[in-house]
């Protein structure tokens, strides 16, 4: 029945501190320059459910407000008389309104009702309220940048006196309306047109494959009762199976490579089968050659998986999420962090229990002051909403974020690159199955289980493969709800231990189509019944429900033997789980409505049928050179403004607002020691409670190289994760016959178009062939280190355009590494632990300075990038791994941005300890101090293990000084010091970088604890 | 298991964890009570919610961590409502049994999200034995969600069996809404008089302290932890459960330098032997009374 529509607002009660509305009279005076005056925060709730006027207000007493906190107003809009102006920010229809159904699973448990929390009867809005007169355009700006975005958010606003109210009814009747799309006589440019009309993101040569497909198989559907033109469903599923986010058509294109300076050129048969799966081939021949078989699944299926020991399996998987994230930044970050989520507990039969999430950020400057482009928002909201977004995806799932890392550059102020890292352990066994498989049979039931089917994140997968402009469209938003997935996950955890489930995969880009197209290639063919699938609300088409990309939601396979018992759990945990069809063998993706054909889709033609790319790189070395440096001494200023640079200073502000604990197996946090405040290496996190082996985890990503040479920024890239993992005691694999130290990496491509075109993209051909050099660089350290790839992602269309500017990526890409650690009592950690142990330098400094943050200082670039030598480098991690066998080192840090000073300089701001140091003669002393140089660390030792120390490590270590318990860092050469500062003074620099300004920060408490 | 277990003192402890609907700390908070001597069984909130397993077979009554249904009302809010008015078959809500429970002299504990949820019901402090809300926790003076490790220092005064013994501790709080608020200055008096609040926030020299980040909410009283008036009921914001090994502190390398011999137990974990201690010598106490007087608080 359609009820009356009732009102509850709360308010704080008068002496109550109105943190948020002070807030917003803050942040808009200071980013918008609206003076508003006192702004006062309510909240509302719109009750659409039949409720007697005793039952509302009882609810509104009992169940939302906070007695000691709250009034109640009900049916008006309360506000103290001074107040001038509202703003109310309510849901659009659709959106995810989790604290709307929050109030609706009170209300059922209030009234003792089973009231149905899938349809929305509650509705959450805020209501604010402005002390000054401000005129319409300045309050819609405010509800704009400040309280909402106009994607998901309807704004009202106006004067006091004429307070608009706005709930969303969403959707109208049901739309079983499938239209035909001929394609038969269409011209070419007709092709194009269509394809960018209804964004399947096709190019000409897709778009004739699909209409020739079309023609060819005319006759026999006729024969089979269907039309001859395809239906929009149809049309929908092939764009979005050969969506670039789904096939990953550049990375398995041809390339015709050219080298423009020595004239050489070959041709490449595919960058991911050439670089990464073979390169992952020889890996594993290696390691298994060497009794090392712990590599169980790679590249085909979520996530990659590994194995721990005989009872279980290690499960790793890193995605991107940057297109969304660009014009709804919590939205696309919280979508991120759990879509990924979703890929290791869809892993295999399913089921993981996740350990950990990581995260990797790039952003524009937060400083920007310039003029944005139209739809472009501000890099400091883009930071701020997919900071928050990642809080609440990892906090509200119990998921602990253990490490991650913020790189600052303009050119990612259009598109910025979100990277969600998800690691989770499986037992080999599932009800007596192997648990990384995945196996269907013919007449297996097609579950739907989690979260119901909206507009939300239509269109997704083929949004994401092209380039962002100011006219992206709003129904390619979604919002994720932790809660709703939560309660899915304890499912799955459950489910597949009672060996209730055949497999599961899980609903992200593509929807349905994308989750059943892929997991109906393991039976041979599936039939959907869209009917069945349940809606937020109604009005959607069958081809809007089946690439819908609603979030929390899994496919699962079930024998059909074990339907009522699943149901039968699905309810005890209230998960909604619906059976909307069956798999088969006969070769086709069949959907309907109702009955009435929907898709009817050769699957052989659907997964095979894109033709392939053929693309053209060419390579010209830049033209850079070693610049020339004002005359400088002062080496303590370089230092100091070094540590309060974007790229280096603290993320503590950002780093505390993540649970980086729950779960209780974090041994390796992102900051450590007494002060809390020294930054470590890489995160190390047991796996349970019973044993001491663990995860050691890090992330390798050098933006900045690659404007020097992309070979050596992917390098050094993947050097820098590996040297990380080493730096907290991890060893390299396959070291000794079956030693069972397993490493699993995914590699995350984010490339701006690298496709050429003489208009839109001339520099094409130079980006795919840094794209090329990346790869070629990821090849060879796989092989030197004999590190395999697990699983990966790329993401090929970073750019974004519009008022007629393009703003594009630099070519980037992320190395996330896991290994295992034996026992995490044993790990290290990178601040200083004792007076008088000695610090080392391991490994070889050379002069190169090009791309560091010493010339970013100096606004130069250089031209010596720093190179890894992959032999050198695995020769002394070896020795790194059996000097830790014998607890000879008691510190390390590993060397990365600002090199030896900001190593030294973060080493001394876990207790308050200081340090002298004498540097060798040789390197002039701004490259000893601040060259990046891969493949090296500051270590210490204790005072008696320095004899054995230096015989295990000869050359290869140096000798720098003592640690001094008096907090200077003092650094000298040929015995004058050139570096004189105290620690404290550092830290405070580092501490009150940009970064912890921005985000904010209470006053931190770590002078006192350096004491 | 049925009554008759509870004075053998051969078995096991029985702690029972609630999950389900965003509740996200059960594993470590089971694996306190398993490191502790105890048995710890996890369990999903619906299934005592519809009569299948019953709170009166267990010792301790554990509320855990993390976001229930959300926690978008206000924390611990709609799971406390759960337990006010959801019925089961037999018209009996939980907060009933949980009233008879305490009465039967057992324990509960709630930790963050699980105190939140002891404090919206009513069931802490419950000054007026009546179970109703008289304090509340909101959001932190700093607005923000935080992840640090905070220094503790427990009231001497305080009653509680779960306390016994302990001067100071260290753990981490992880949480946006840890602001005790006490409205009324009798509510606060009285919470003060029956040494209710029994853990307060401390700054490095262990004095109870309102300066951020060393008190990381702005409590009234300082205060992080509370008791009901017969010290059975207890909920802290920080959590214990987070600390049960050396290496779960942020210094522990440092520390364990300094002394090889360190022990390999977190803070954290004494608050649990505590407990399970208790309630074997309660079982002892039952079994030969002369004993009991050693162990009376």
């Known amino acids: 029945m359609e009820s009356t529509q009732r009102t509850i607002q709360l308010l704080l009660k008068p002496g109550q501190h109105d943190g948020e509305g002070q807030r917003v009279a803050e942040v808009a005076q200071r980013h918008l320059g609206l003076t508003t005056g006192r702004v006062q925060s309510t909240a509302l709730y719109t009750v659409r459910y039949p409720v007697t006027d005793e039952q509302l207000r009882d609810f509104a007493t009992h169940c939302l407000q906070d007695p000691v906190l709250h009034d109640v107003a009900l049916d008006e809009f309360r506000h103290e008389p001074t107040y001038k102006s509202y703003i109310l920010v309510a849901k659009l229809p659709g959106v995810t309104d989790d604290e709307g159904i929050s109030a609706q699973n009170a209300l059922g448990d209030f009234l003792n009702q089973p009231l149905d929390t899938h349809t929305q009867h509650i509705f959450s809005k805020r209501l604010y309220f402005l002390e000054h007169e401000l005129p319409e355009s300045s309050l819609r700006c405010l509800a704009e940048e400040l309280l909402g975005n106009k994607l998901i958010n309807r704004f009202e606003t106006g004067p006091i006196t004429d307070i608009r109210d706005y709930t969303p009814r969403p959707g109208g009747g049901a739309e079983s309306i499938t239209n035909l799309v001929p394609l038969t006589n269409l011209a070419d440019s007709e092709l194009v047109q269509l394809s960018k009309e209804n964004l399947y993101a096709l190019n000409l040569e897709e778009m004739r494959a699909v209409r020739d497909h079309y023609v060819a198989i005319a006759p026999e559907r006729q024969a089979a009762g269907l039309p001859i033109d395809p239906t929009d469903c149809e049309l929908e599923i092939i764009a979005q199976t050969w969506s670039e986010h789904c096939k990953h058509k550049e990375f398995s294109a041809v390339i015709k490579y050219k080298d423009a300076d020595t004239g050489e050129e070959h041709e490449i048969d595919g960058l991911f089968k050439t670089y990464i799966k073979n390169a992952t081939s020889e890996v594993d021949r290696q390691l298994r050659a060497n009794g090392n078989d712990w590599l169980i699944k790679v590249f085909s299926d979520n996530a990659g998986a590994v194995r721990i020991n005989p009872e279980s399996l290690f499960v790793w998987k890193v995605e991107t999420h940057n297109s969304p994230s660009a014009i709804d930044p919590y939205g696309g970050a919280i979508t991120g962090i759990l879509g990924n989520n979703r890929d290791p507990l869809a892993t295999g039969i399913g089921g993981a229990r996740l350990l950990f999430n990581t995260n990797v950020l790039c952003f524009g400057n937060p400083e920007f002051n310039g003029t944005l482009l139209s739809n472009q928002l501000h890099p400091r909201r883009i930071f701020e909403g997919v900071r928050k977004g990642i809080e609440d995806g990892g906090n509200k799932s119990g998921v602990p974020t253990v490490n991650g890392a913020i790189v600052f550059d303009d050119r990612y102020a259009g598109k910025p690159l979100v990277y969600c890292g998800t690691g989770a352990v499986m037992p080999m066994q599932l009800a007596g199955l192997d648990s990384w498989e995945k196996n269907i049979d013919a007449q297996d039931r097609i579950i739907m289980a989690g979260g119901r089917v909206g507009k939300d994140g239509i269109h997704g997968a083929t949004f994401s493969s092209i380039e962002l402009d100011e006219t992206s469209p709003a129904t390619a938003v979604q919002i994720g709800s932790p809660i709703t997935q939560k309660l899915a996950m304890d499912f799955l955890v459950l489910a597949t231990r009672r060996g209730l489930i055949k497999c599961s995969t899980d609903n992200g880009a593509g929807g349905l189509s994308s989750s059943i197209g892929e997991l109906a290639t393991i039976s041979g063919g599936a039939v959907v019944e869209l009917e069945k699938v349940p809606l937020k609300y109604p009005g959607l088409r069958p081809w809007e429900i089946f690439v819908s990309e609603s979030q929390e939601r899994f496919s699962l396979a079930v024998e059909p033997a074990k339907i009522n018992e699943l149901l039968a759990l699905g309810r005890e945990m209230e998960v909604e789980l619906t059976d909307i069809g069956y798999f088969t063998a006969d070769g086709y993706l069949d959907v309907r409505f109702d009955g009435d054909s929907v898709a009817r889709l050769n699957m052989e033609f659907l997964h095979n049928g894109v033709p392939r790319k053929v693309l053209e790189a060419e390579w010209t070395k830049p033209q850079v050179a070693e610049p020339t440096l004002p005359a400088t001494s002062d080496y303590t200023d370089v230092l100091t403004r070094l540590l309060g640079s974007l790229n280096i200073c603290s993320r503590e502000s950002v780093i505390r607002q993540y649970d980086h604990e729950v779960k209780g197996r974090t041994i390796i946090k992102p900051l450590m020691g007494a002060t809390g405040q020294a930054p470590q290496d890489a995160a190390v996190v047991r796996f349970n409670f019973e044993s001491w082996e663990g995860v050691a985890v890090s992330n390798g990503i050098l933006p900045r190289f690659g404007d020097l040479d992309a070979y050596h920024m992917s390098a050094g890239a993947f050097d820098e994760a590996v040297r990380q993992i080493v730096a907290v005691g991890g060893k390299l694999p396959n070291l000794s016959y079956g030693d069972g130290n397993f490493w699993s990496v995914n590699d995350n491509f984010c490339v701006p178009d690298s496709v050429y075109d003489a208009t839109t993209n001339p520099d094409g051909k130079l980006k795919l062939a840094k794209l090329v050099r990346m790869c070629e660089a990821l090849r060879d350290a796989t092989a030197a280190y004999c590190i395999p790839l697990t699983s990966g992602k790329d993401s090929m269309k970073n750019d974004f355009k519009a008022d007629g500017v393009k703003i594009s990526v630099p070519p980037t890409v992320l190395y996330s590494m896991t290994a295992k650690i034996e026992d995490v009592r044993h790990t290290i950690t990178s601040d200083f632990k004792q007076a008088d142990d000695v610090i080392y330098l391991l490994g070889e400094t050379y002069d190169e300075l090009g791309g560091s943050e010493f010339y970013q200082l100096f606004g130069e670039l250089g031209a010596n990038v720093p190179q890894v030598r992959f032999d050198k480098a695995k020769e002394l991690y070896t020795l790194m791994g059996q000097a830790n066998d014998q607890h000879l080192i008691q510190s390390c840090h590993d060397l990365s941005d600002g090199g030896l000073a900001v190593a030294l300089a973060e080493a001394t701001f876990g207790h308050g300890y200081g340090a002298t140091v004498d540097l060798s003669e040789g390197l002039p002393v701004h490259v000893q101090l601040f060259s990046e140089s891969h493949s090296r660390f500051v270590a210490t030792v204790a005072p008696e293990d320095v004899v054995a120390f230096e015989q295990h490590f000869g050359a290869r270590a140096t000798r720098l000084g003592v640690v001094t318990p008096d907090s200077q860092l003092t650094v000298r050469h040929a015995g004058q010091p050139i570096i004189a500062a105290s620690t404290a003074v550092l830290r405070h620099e580092w501490t009150n970088g940009p970064v912890n300004r921005i985000i904010g920060f209470g006053q931190p408490a770590g002078e006192e604890a350096a004491r | ?297």
């Open chain 2, 1 to 297: 298991m049925n009554d008759q277990h509870m004075n053998d003192t051969s078995q096991k402890v029985q702690a029972l964890i609630l999950t389900g609907f965003g509740i996200n700390c059960e594993e470590e908070y089971a694996a306190a009570y398993r490191l502790a001597g105890a048995e710890a069984t996890i369990v999903h909130l619906n299934q005592v919610l519809h009569g299948h397993v019953s709170i009166h077979d267990y010792d301790i009554l554990n509320f855990p961590g993390g976001f229930s249904f959300g926690d978008d009302l206000g924390s611990g809010v709609v799971l406390a409502n759960k337990l006010r008015y959801r019925k089961n078959a037999e018209g009996r809500t939980l907060l009933d049994d949980i009233k008879q429970f305490v009465a039967n002299g057992k324990f509960v504990m709630g930790i963050c999200n699980g105190f939140q949820v002891l404090v919206k019901l009513g069931l802490l402090p419950n000054l007026s034995g009546t179970v109703t809300p008289e304090v509340t926790l909101t959001h932190n003076a700093s607005g923000r969600y935080e992840d640090r490790w905070v220094r503790l220092k427990v009231n001497p005064k305080s009653n509680s069996p779960f306390l016994k013994g302990l001067d100071t501790m260290e753990v981490p709080v992880r949480h946006g809404e840890g602001r005790l608020i006490i409205s009324g200055t009798d509510t606060l008096a009285h919470i003060e008089e029956q040494a209710l609040n029994c853990l307060s926030y401390t700054d490095y020299d262990g004095s109870p302290t309102d300066v951020y980040p060393h008190n990381p909410n702005g409590a009234d009283l300082n205060c992080a932890g509370l008791t009901d008036t017969t010290g059975q009921v207890f909920g802290l914001m920080p959590h214990p459960e987070a600390f049960l090994s050396l290496y779960n502190h942020p210094d522990w390398a440092r520390r364990k330098r300094l002394n090889p011999g360190l022990s390999e137990e977190g803070d954290g974990l004494r608050l649990f032997r505590n407990i399970v201690e208790h309630v074997q010598n309660q079982r002892q106490a039952a079994v030969s009374p002369q004993e009991a007087s050693q162990f009376s608080s």
